[in-house]
């Protein structure tokens, strides 16, 4: 019972010691969409919010440029990219893990035609190269993350390096692992990576939790963004949770439909071409606006803005100022031009919702509603479209900017130390089948691939699968690819997907070890069992392969000792058979049919024996034990090593990855030292003027001597003439020296003048705190033992103290003042500011020590002398009605109007001491007798 006691004491302060150190922190969530960034944050004690950026924006251009040794992200990013469009790096999200040959590069190169896109020639991923300098993908989206944290904090006012990071569910295993790294590189933690639909599913379910029940109400959550379009069907169930016992509310994912190239973007292109072709039409000059990237930025531009304003005009211009050869533009385009001129589209609105439906196996009748969100559902086309289809109401109640970002950082919360949410489970589903595939020699010598499903289509993750492979011996390989794309998927959409094989797996040391494990004849193989997990992120991984033999022994009776150590090591044992039933999945059909013998299976462990890791089978044991012996089975695990080989492409780790980050920390540190230098510049440059100013000004150069104004004067030219010849180019630590150098000699003044000008209101608080005091005086000599007996609260002494300190500042004020009359404005300050504030702070303490005796004063109370007992009975009952206790006039009189009053000058909010509790019963007792 004591070693119980113990563990569970230990377990418990562990436990508590790492909820106070994540107690406190924020964490944050990113949308990072292809146009624009939001960020979500949550902090102890402030709800859900989004962070606003500098320009006190909700939403940030997912954006960043570098131009003479400056890098900017957002607005500043946008704006130069309008006029140097080839160093600003925009809608990055979609080249995330993806080859040099990708058909999605391809599209990229041909919707913006004027960056140096090369390849790396190790990872064969896509490189910008921007002069002399080449930024890999992870590289800058690392540095937009690192000011979406700059934003996370200056929200919160706390360090953030925890954060859920929103993606489209279409992402692979290599873009997932991608966006991974570029996070890692901006030191950032990432909890988890949450499909942008299950974000906003989770976000439209949270408000909502009181609507659901034990019956589940399905919706489909459209989304139209920038790049893609995305369509899921989600399910909303209460579900009793079978470990707590508790009913929580799930949201599952049940099927999705996706377009990975119909959104915002396309539309805005082919307005953009479609300005750029007019403007040529127009022939105001004999160059042509598609061979000058300058010119195709602002028609981008251009474009953007005027899908946005048909959206709620039939009819706008466009015009853009000197877009060409200092040639204004200007062209009337309608709605109906705009919806012409992307007719092959809308077709594919509708593509995403019936793809989900019927991966759901559901119909659109059983939707409780379609909810739309992502900016271009504002689309007018694209909603008519989609009514036209669904032939009911559109849901237009979400924000359908920020619902993903919001739902993430409840995830967040959720997730992180330090927070408690009401629990809402999420359960989201595999997109791409993934599946194992290995060589297996037949009966005729006949090598055949098989194949087996790990997790299928629409399968809820996150989950974890064990798979048993029966008749090897001897080393062997395995893979691990992508499964059925086929029945599911378009050519072109698995082009884009990238390579469909992500891992290759070499067994080692399994014939090694199965033959020393087999040369006892009691000891049974039960196959290699590989264990693969799929987590919350989406992040495929095989966790372990392990070799699993059964050995029969005898059973010996243990001792209490040996119980207790048993109880200890399946406690903290990561292979007991209790946890290893939690994550193991039943058989599926396909597995549990009569040939599960010769090929790999998932399956569940067993639910009795001993399990014992790297054990060594006891010698001696009869193969055949006696039936009157107790026996036992005894399963041993013995690990099978692995060389795991991506077939993706390739993350950025290792060397690449330390390369990655020193050249950001050499960028964080170049802007570091920038804005150093600026603010520096800035001070320098307003001190001076600033200094020039005042000295013309009566009411500072009275406060200057003539040399120190002269002195002042000469410096402050000095530098005005350095800073605009040699000084324009020096560094910060230069600018603060010379700030410096002129701040010693004009404090000097200002401080004077300063002096000079808050006096006359400390001279006036000081006149007021004497006042107060002398009243105060006067009612407090009407309380002491001389002159009334009764109410002896100060003595001589205290009331001598009191005058005397009065006295003593009357005295040296009255001195001081006119001593300082005496001397000139720019003459060393006699009396100041600080010997005031002494002055009133003796006076205010002397003055406060007797006010806080009189608050705990209490009259002394006279005894009450005892009844007299008289024979005679109507006597004795006319003694009953007189009160007990006599009244004297110092008892019952109130306190009288000369007792003395705090002085209001001498109290502040802070000094003044209030009576405790105890001190206001015992006066709320006197008064009662």
């Known amino acids: 019972m004591g070693q119980h006691r113990w563990i569970w004491l230990l377990v418990t302060a562990v436990a508590f010691t790492l909820l106070q150190l994540g107690a406190g922190a924020a964490v944050m969530s990113v949308d990072l969409g292809s146009e624009w960034m939001k960020v979500g944050v949550v902090s102890q004690g402030v709800p859900m919010e989004i962070a606003l950026n500098k320009e006190s924006k909700r939403k940030t251009p997912t954006a960043i440029a570098f131009r003479d040794g400056d890098r900017v992200v957002g607005e500043d990013a946008y704006n130069i990219g309008v006029r140097f469009p080839t160093n600003n790096f925009a809608y990055l999200i979609d080249l995330l893990g993806k080859t040099i040959d990708n058909p999605m590069v391809e599209l990229y190169r041909k919707r913006f035609p004027y960056y140096d896109i090369v390849e790396d020639p190790e990872r064969r991923t896509v490189v910008f190269r921007n002069g002399d300098e080449l930024y890999t993908i992870e590289e800058l989206i690392a540095q937009i993350l690192q000011v979406a944290k700059g934003y996370a904090e200056d929200s919160t006012g706390q360090t953030v390096t925890q954060c859920v990071l929103v993606v489209p569910g279409f992402f692979g295993q290599a873009e997932r692992h991608a966006l991974v790294a570029a996070a890692k590189l901006a030191n950032l933690n990432v909890l988890q990576l949450i499909n942008d639909y299950t974000a906003v599913a989770l976000n439209y379910g949270i408000f909502r939790r009181k609507e659901f029940n034990e019956t589940a109400h399905y919706f489909v959550f459209y989304d139209m963004g920038a790049y893609k379009t995305t369509a899921s069907v989600v399910s909303y169930q209460l579900v009793k949770d079978k470990a707590t016992r508790e009913v929580l509310p799930v949201v599952q994912v049940i099927g999705v439909g996706y377009d990975r190239t119909l959104g915002g973007l396309e539309m805005q292109v082919r307005l953009r071409d479609f300005l750029g072709k007019e403007f040529d039409k127009m022939g105001k000059t004999k160059n042509s606006v598609f061979k000058n990237p300058r010119a195709m930025a602002k028609l981008f531009k251009e474009a953007g803005r005027l899908k946005n304003v048909l959206s709620a005009n039939t009819e706008h211009y466009a015009q853009i100022e000197g877009l060409l050869d200092e040639q204004d533009f200007r062209l009337p385009v309608t709605r109906e031009q705009f919806e012409k001129l992307c007719e092959d589209l809308f077709p594919r609105v509708t593509g995403p919702i019936d793809r989900a439906l019927a991966a759901s196996g559901l119909s659109i009748e059983l939707m409780n509603q379609v909810v739309l969100f992502g900016g271009n559902t504002r689309v007018p086309k694209v909603q008519e479209v989609l009514k036209a289809h669904i032939k009911q109401e559109l849901g237009k109640n979400l924000n359908a900017d920020e619902a993903a970002c919001m739902g993430a950082v409840y995830r967040a919360a959720d997730l992180a130390t330090g927070f408690k949410v009401k629990k809402f489970v999420v359960k989201d589903a ?148 209790d946890d290893k039933a939690t994550v193991s999945e039943e058989p599926t059909k396909e597995e549990s049919s009569s040939d599960q013998a010769e090929e790999p299976k998932t399956e569940e462990p067993p639910s009795n024996g001993t399990t014992a890791e790297n054990s060594t089978v006891p010698e001696g044991t009869a193969s055949t034990p006696n039936k009157t012996e107790p026996i036992k089975t005894v399963t041993v695990r013995k690990q099978i090593p692995a060389d795991i080989e991506l077939a993706f492409v390739k993350p950025l780790d290792g060397a690449d990855f330390e390369s990655s980050l020193a050249k950001i920390r050499a960028l964080n540190e170049a802007d570091s030292s920038k804005k150093r230098r600026e603010t520096a510049l800035n001070a320098l440059e307003s001190f001076v003027i600033d200094a020039q100013v005042k000295l013309d000004e009566d009411e500072y150069a009275s406060c200057a001597t003539p040399e120190e104004a002269e002195s002042i004067r000469k410096s402050c030219a000095e530098i005005s003439d350095w800073l605009y010849e040699d000084g324009s180019d020096a560094d910060a630590e230069t600018y603060e020296k010379k700030l410096d150098e002129v701040r010693s000699v004009a404090n000097q003044v200002y401080a004077r003048h300063w002096e000079h000008k808050e006096r006359p209101e400390a001279l006036k608080a000081l006149k007021q705190m004497i006042t107060g005091a002398e009243g105060f005086l006067d009612k407090a000599r009407n309380f002491t033992k001389e002159s009334n007996t009764e109410k002896d609260v100060f003595t001589q002494v205290e009331i001598e103290t009191l005058e005397r300190v009065i006295k003593e500042t009357i005295e040296w004020q009255k001195t001081e003042v006119v001593e300082q009359d005496k001397l000139a404005r720019n003459k060393a300050v006699r009396l100041t500011v600080k010997d005031l504030t002494d002055k009133m702070a003796l006076l205010d303490r002397e003055v406060k020590y007797l006010v806080n005796k009189l608050k705990l004063w209490r009259p002394k109370v006279k005894p009450t002398p005892p009844p007299k007992v008289e024979k005679d009975k109507e006597k004795d009952e006319s003694d009953k009605e007189e009160p007990v206790l006599e009244e004297t006039p110092q008892q019952t009189e109130e306190t009288p109007s000369d007792e003395p009053q705090e002085p209001q000058a001498a109290e502040t909010e802070d000094d003044v001491i209030k009576p405790s509790a105890t001190e206001e019963s015992s006066e709320e007792k006197h008064t009662e007798l």
């Open 430 to 577: 595999v997109l791409f089948p993934i599946q194992v595939v290995f060589a297996r020699e037949g009966d005729n010598a006949n090598v055949r691939l098989v194949r087996r499903t790990l997790f299928g289509a629409m399968n809820a993750y996150p989950q974890k699968k064990v798979i048993t492979f029966n008749k090897h011996t001897d080393d062997f390989d395995f893979s691990v690819d992508y499964a059925d794309l086929e029945s599911v998927l378009s050519k072109e959409e698995i082009s884009n997907l990238g390579s469909l094989n992500l891992t290759k797996v070499s067994l080692k040391e399994v014939g090694k070890k199965l033959n020393a494990s087999l040369a006892s004849d009691n000891v049974v193989s039960k196959g290699i069992k590989a264990h693969f997990s799929l987590d919350d992120s989406g992040l495929f991984s095989l966790a372990n392969v392990e070799l699993v033999l059964e050995n029969t022994v005898k059973e010996e009776d243990e001792g209490p000792l040996q119980k207790i150590g048993n109880t200890i090591s399946k406690l903290f044992s990561g292979n007991s058979d």
